[in-house]
């Protein structure tokens, strides 16, 4: 806090000393215009100049201020947290940048600015400085991008497995289950990379005390061997700041611009605010889910009660809930019903349906006729 004051402080005081300096400038630049009139009426000119650009720094100043020290405070924290190897392709691309500003900025001072009306003066030396923190600024993201994503994919080439996109993998898919059977079917593009950092957060839920973390664990870490034998994957041991498996996973897929897979909805949320490609397995299943629509006829198995003393429940083959009216007398028995409603509740669908007849009733009819 006492940093970004300071900073604060600073810029305010450059920002409207900057409007000063503007403003007396203006006025000598406006001289030429005012030949005509008394030294008393100059001066007075050169007076209001200057105090309305005071008056302008002032009044940038204190956005500009801070504007300026969140991007410093920022910057810094961000740097605190960055790899080595991201410092120092950071800098060489800065300093790239910077090499290809000189050259743009001597283009630009070969142009004559000065035949342009009360901005000539003024354009070339701005177009100069905005042009060196462009190239600077870009240079400077491509190799903090460029950092993540080389280490990352010079792992994967140096073992002839670099081709295609990444896929990043969290601890919930790996507890899920399913991985094995998505990648058996090949909708899956690419290659599965596993962080070491991952592999730690299994093995720490392995050791856990608590019951059911460790067994978590300890499945997450048998799927995993088994599905080495079956669909290898890559395991990275990337150097990836950040707090926890989750920060440093999204961290690591936005800069090597690979997809991440899991189930977790939090995780996902923060992963596609941030721009990464999220993989959502539980998303994948629920839109496989068959769809039944009001009005339609099904063949239905009832299996147990229901809630009310005259409903039966069945079962689609995914696990979807249907409860039909009137069909408690029919428990153990296959039956025609027709779909009333459809429910999304937190845990799934539910489908209503109304008891219509049952099938053998059906088959008799149709034999009769």
């Known amino acids: 806090m006492a940093f970004k004051q ?29 030949a005509g009139l008394s030294q008393v009426t100059i001066y007075a000119c050169y007076a209001a100049f200057t105090i309305l650009g005071l008056v302008l720094g002032i009044l940038l100043a204190d956005p500009v201020a801070d504007a300026a020290a969140e991007t410093v405070e920022s910057t810094a924290n961000s740097m605190q947290k960055m790899a080595l190897s991201e410092v120092v392709l950071g800098a060489l691309g800065l300093i790239i940048g910077l090499g290809l500003a000189f050259f743009v900025s001597l283009a630009i001072q070969s142009l004559k600015f000065e035949s342009v009306p009360l901005v000539g003066a003024w354009l070339g030396p701005v177009l100069i400085l905005f042009n060196a923190v462009l190239f600077a600024t870009l240079g400077a993201f491509v190799g903090v991008r460029f950092s993540a994503a080389k280490s990352v994919r010079g792992f994967l080439d140096a073992k002839g497995e670099g081709s295609g996109p ?15 059977a998505v990648l058996e079917t090949g909708f899956l593009p690419g290659q599965v990379v596993v962080p070491q950092f991952v592999l730690g957060e299994l093995q720490t839920l392995a050791d856990s005390e608590d019951p059911l973390r460790r067994v978590r664990g300890r499945r997450g870490l048998e799927l995993l061997e088994e599905l080495r034998s079956s669909h290898p994957f890559q395991v990275i041991d990337d150097p990836v700041e950040g707090k926890g498996a989750d920060q440093k996973l999204v961290k690591l897929a936005r800069t090597s611009q690979a997809a991440l897979l899991t189930n977790d909805y939090n995780l996902q949320k923060v992963a596609s605010v941030q721009g990464v490609k999220v993989l959502n397995l539980n998303q994948l299943a629920a839109a496989l889910k068959p769809t039944v629509l009001p009005g339609q006829v099904l063949q239905l198995s009832l299996q147990r009660e229901g809630k009310e003393s005259h409903q039966g429940v069945a079962y689609f083959e995914d696990g979807t809930m249907v409860v039909v009216e009137r069909g408690r007398p029919h428990i153990g028995k296959d039956v025609i019903a027709e779909v009333s409603s459809v429910m999304q509740t937190a845990t799934g669908k539910m489908v209503f349906a109304k008891f219509r007849h049952l099938v053998e009733n059906a088959s008799a009819s149709e034999e009769s006729a």
């Open 6 to 34: 300071t900073v604060h402080r600073v810029l305010f005081g450059v920002v409207t000393g900057l409007g000063g300096i503007a403003g007396i400038l203006f006025g000598l630049y406006s001289a030429r215009y005012l």
């Open 166 to 180: 990444l896929v990043l993998i969290d601890t919930s898919i790996i507890v899920d289950g399913r991985l094995a």
